[in-house]
């Protein structure tokens, strides 16, 4: 069965500072990776995804992950924080031809001024 | 937003009382997933369905039962309720394995349900 560690459960970093929070996943097949962001009191968006193809994968609010397959990693990473983006982040693992999603334990993000 | 709604949003219950939490969606789509998320533990699927009254099992699904009488609308009951299954519950919903779709799973806003 597949899963996903997210290595960090908080992550507290300056505004404009860069950040990178790490997610490893373990599968024997291959696998689409996301990443969901939660604001506070609601719900998972998606922030962005992994299909195939390039292994560099951009969001629209500046955010980017790398899948590495040999390393099993997807980690999401930001040069300039923001602090509207503190949030909690979720990785998250789909097997090919599967339907469900498997969950890291998510990691908060918390901006300081 | 993908159009998925949860009801209620907010629930407090006693310990032992039956709790049925509604998720329905507008888009059509044929899949639809029960999780919960508890501190340190992510999101864990309680619940998944395929079809109108085809369901099947997550890895936290003792003490819930769910039902999908209707493409748009997945039940979760949680039969006696306890508190252990104080948490926060989301509905989401799949439109399949299309790579056109994205293999995208979409969220809805959450039901916090409080058992006390």
């Known amino acids: 069965a597949q899963s996903v560690t997210q290595l960090d459960s908080q992550v507290p970093v300056f505004e404009e500072a860069p950040v990178e929070l790490r997610c490893n996943y373990s599968?024997?097949?291959?696998?689409?990776l996301f990443w969901y962001v939660q604001y506070p009191n609601q719900g998972l968006q998606l922030l962005l995804k992994y299909l195939s193809g390039s292994t560099l994968v951009e969001s629209i609010n500046g955010f980017e992950a790398e899948f590495n397959k040999s390393q099993t990693s997807f980690h999401l990473r930001k040069p300039s924080v923001h602090i509207s983006d503190t949030a909690e982040y979720f990785c998250a693992v789909r097997l090919q031809g599967a339907q469900k999603l498997v969950f890291g334990q998510g990691t908060r993000l918390t901006i300081n001024p | 937003d993908a159009g998925i709604t949860q009801s209620p949003r907010h629930k407090v219950t006693e310990t032992g009382t039956p709790v049925t939490l509604r998720c329905h969606q507008t888009e059509n789509h044929r899949y639809m997933y029960w999780y919960r998320q508890d501190p340190g533990h992510g999101l864990r699927l309680i619940h998944y369905s395929y079809g109108v009254k085809d369901t099947d099992k997550g890895e936290v699904s003792d003490g819930y039962s769910v039902s999908r009488s209707k493409t748009e609308d997945f039940l979760l009951t949680l039969e006696s309720a306890t508190s252990s299954q104080t948490s926060v519950y989301f509905c989401?919903?799949?439109?399949?394995?299309?790579?056109?779709?994205?293999?995208?799973?979409?969220f809805g806003e959450g039901s916090w349900l409080t058992v006390v």
């Open positions: 989401a919903i799949s439109g399949g394995l299309d790579l056109f779709s994205g293999n995208t799973i979409y």
């Open positions: 599968s024997s097949v291959s696998v689409y």
